[in-house]
């Protein structure tokens, strides 16, 4: 037992029995403590990531693949979660300088970042998607790993997503030297060959307006590009190659003037070439991501496709990098509920485990349903994009993935950053102390709405894919017209109609909103995205619930579309455009 010391003038005399008697229980005395939470084999614990899997992918395709999944799980729960907890304080660092005045600007990533990569790389993380070894199949297995990986590794998945989008990107531009360049590296399984990349997109003009960037491209005499400008908030610093937006001399302002460029920033000595690193980025959260201001001082670059148009010829990182930002906020609500869940069977307050307490009971009902509609979401994307990689993407799953690829993002993002903060609230004081690990939970969430388009840039860019082909709002409600129509319990087959009522109700409303102009539309985008959104969700629910019943004999995803159900699905409301004003502005 633990001893503990009085001072000398608390000591009992030689004649006080009682004295001498609470000393002798002091000197016992051993505090509790109260044990931390623990993660097992994140995929073999993980129910719903298994059940969705057993209904989408043939069963002679998930047994080659489920030994990867459950490597991964016992990697993610065990060796990673570990490194993590132990490398929390650590943070990058940049060191502009040598002692003796050379500019190195070198960022150093913290132990446990050097060990994803290489994790990472050896796992396919990345190359699965592209090696194609099931075919459509091949992205619900990255995304698998992604989901497994990403919650351990500090943000890891950052220049993953980066790395995805740029061989997207490049494929989709034909580019055949830039190719054969760099695609081998970026879908590489050998550590000493793999490269990342970045996305140099942001200038203080603009953030999501890329249309007002200001860096400018000239060209040498022998044709080669140099970009010139400073890049405010920039991806991936420590990556082998970046793409990035530069307009060429004599470009017209906005979107369509600016060009797609490939850039390696290092030449063969690790010497930055013609790029200044100013300061790497307070953030309040994914502090682990080496977030840099930098500038570019003729920096030598190539042109991806055409000079010109090259917000369009990034479109393709960007659906990528958004698929990955909704799978990391259902990766990071499920893993915060693990540790909860865990946490729970451990804790013991007013003469019970606080997994018995009904009212705590009642709250993670709440936060795993939300977890699963998000997950579905999220997964949703993936099979979509395994069908495009594959060729296999006929009209109606083409207008569904310009679609639900920003409502995913927008949707599921918004959802983790409720559920980080509820899952904090359920291990209480613990939950706001920096050393138990729990607050990043928090922090890190709150970007998954913001970057890769903020929710309300994303509402934008949903309503601009229905205003180019109004068959894009169709082929959604015919997609969850579908979920309902496989439901059969009576429960489920009411849920999928109310999803269905909620698309329908949102349609209703667009129809209305046009009529009374643009700033109608506008003023309820958001409303509008969401309720397609979270309409979507509970038909994917329904879909995997029903299934679940037919050939798991579980009943588990049903009570998730039930509480999901009684949720805010519909969030198409009246609003005052007027009310709004005053309020946002506080104007009189």
């Known amino acids: 037992m633990a001893q503990m010391s009085l001072p000398r003038g608390q000591r009992p005399g030689r004649g006080s029995r009682v004295s001498r008697a609470l000393y002798c229980a002091a000197m016992e005395f051993s505090p509790f403590n109260q044990p931390p939470p623990e993660l097992g084999n994140q995929y073999d614990d993980d129910r719903v990531l298994g059940s969705y899997l057993r209904r989408t992918i043939p069963p002679d395709a998930l047994r080659e693949i489920e030994g990867s999944l459950r490597e991964m799980g016992e990697l993610s729960g065990g060796e990673l979660y570990r490194l993590q907890l132990e490398d929390r304080l650590n943070e990058p660092v940049l060191t502009q300088w040598s002692p003796w005045g050379e500019r190195l600007d070198h960022v150093e990533v913290t132990p446990l970042w050097k060990r994803a990569e290489r994790i990472a790389a050896e796992h396919g993380v990345v190359a699965t998607a592209y090696e ?3 075919g459509r199949f091949s992205r619900v297995h990255q995304f698998a790993l992604a989901y497994l990986f990403g919650p351990s590794t500090d943000v890891y998945a950052c220049p993953l997503a980066m790395t995805d989008g740029a061989a997207n990107t ?3 531009s034909g580019n055949r030297k830039l190719l054969d360049r760099a695609l081998p590296h970026l879908t590489s399984r050998d550590p000493s060959e793999f490269w990342t990349s970045g996305q140099w997109m942001t200038e203080s003009t603009g953030g999501s307006d890329v249309g007002l960037s200001e860096t400018v491209a000239t060209r040498d005499e022998d044709g080669t590009w140099r970009l010139w400008g400073r890049k405010w908030f920039t991806s991936s610093p420590v990556a082998q190659m970046t793409l990035t937006l530069g307009r060429p001399e004599g470009n017209p302002g906005g979107g369509r003037g600016l060009a797609l460029f490939y850039l ?3 030449d063969a000595n690790g010497r930055l070439r013609n790029v200044e690193i100013n300061r790497l980025k307070d953030k309040l959260g994914t502090r682990k991501v080496p977030t840099a201001e930098m500038m570019l001082r003729g920096a030598p670059a190539e042109l991806v496709g055409e000079a010109s148009n090259g917000v369009r010829a990034i479109t393709p990182m960007l659906n990528i990098t958004r698929t990955w930002n909704a799978i990391m906020s259902a990766g990071g609500m499920r893993r915060g509920i693990a540790l909860a869940r865990d946490f729970a069977r451990r804790r013991v307050a007013f003469g019970a485990k606080l997994s018995d307490k009904p009212l705590h009971v009642d709250t993670m009902a709440d936060v795993q349903a939300e977890m699963e509609a ?10 979509l994009l395994g069908r495009h990689d594959a060729g296999e993407l006929d009209e109606h799953h083409g207008r569904l993935l310009r679609i639900v690829t920003p ?6 993002g918004r959802q983790a950053v409720a559920a980080a903060s509820e899952i904090l609230e359920a291990f209480g004081g613990a939950g706001y102390v920096e050393d138990t690990g729990l607050p990043v939970l928090l922090r890190d969430a709150q970007v998954l709405p913001i970057w890769e388009g903020t929710t309300n840039v994303l509402s934008l860019d949903a309503l601009r894919a229905i205003e180019k082909d109004r068959d894009v709002l169709a082929a959604l409600r015919t997609e969850v017209a579908r979920c309902a129509e496989e439901a059969t319990e009576p429960s489920l087959v009411a849920a999928g109609q109310q999803a269905l009522s909620a698309v329908d109700r949102a349609g209703g409303w667009l129809a209305e909103a046009f009529g009374r102009g643009p700033a109608e539309v506008e ?5 509008f995205a969401l309720t397609l959104g979270r309409g979507l969700e509970l038909g994917l629910m329904v879909r995997q619930a029903q299934w679940s019943l037919d050939h798991e004999q579980d009943r588990r995803p049903l009570a998730a579309v039930h509480r999901f159900a009684r949720s805010r699905v519909d969030q198409i409301a009246p609003a005052d455009a007027e009310e709004a004003r005053l309020l946002a502005n506080d104007e009189s």
């Open 132 to 134: 194609r070894r099931h």
């Open 170 to 172: 490049l494929l989709s």
């Open 264 to 266: 390696e920033p290092r």
């Open 374 to 383: 998000a997950f579905h979401l999220s997964f949703f994307v993936t099979e």
């Open 407 to 412: 409502l995913a993002k927008l949707t599921t």
């Open 523 to 527: 003023g309820g985008a958001r409303r």
